[in-house]
């Protein structure tokens, strides 16, 4: 999956930062970009700051009960030229009313959020041999 792109979203920093440094030890061979806000991941995806080409990957962090990221996932899915998009949702909140929303949208994976340093790294690293036998 080299030379593609893959936006990862999360409101938490710190949880960003830790992606960042995990993706770029497992020498993740894509374009990385970083959304703080789903309003602002939506502006990469379909508005004025659009990510040239389109991520193939999206990995959105659910980090409270009743999300917004489902409205993102629902609006991906309803744009023709984004719901193709492969999208994994990565949580740090046990709620069966948000899996079960998210699996509805036919996201490709729904993970607890890894907080320990070696799980993180571990966790890309799985999530980066997954992307590179999949086909696009």
Wanted: aromatic share 10%; charged share 25%; with cysteine.
């Amino acid at each position: 999956m080299t030379n593609s792109n893959i936006l990862y979203i999360d409101s938490c920093k710190t949880a960003i930062d830790d992606a960042k440094t995990a993706l770029l030890k497992v020498e993740v061979q894509s374009n990385l970009y970083f959304s703080e806000s789903y309003a602002d991941a939506w502006q990469m995806l379909s508005g004025e700051n659009t990510l040239t080409p389109a991520p193939k990957i999206v990995l959105i962090a659910i980090n409270e009960i009743g999300s917004e990221g489902i409205e993102l996932i629902k609006k991906i899915r309803k744009d023709a030229n984004l719901r193709s998009l492969l999208i994994f949702v990565i949580t740090s909140v046990h709620d069966d009313k948000n899996k079960v929303a998210a699996l509805d949208l036919n996201i490709a994976g729904y993970f607890d959020k890894p907080f320990e340093n070696h799980k993180i790294s571990e966790f890309y690293t799985i999530m980066n041999d997954y992307w590179n036998i999949i086909e696009f």
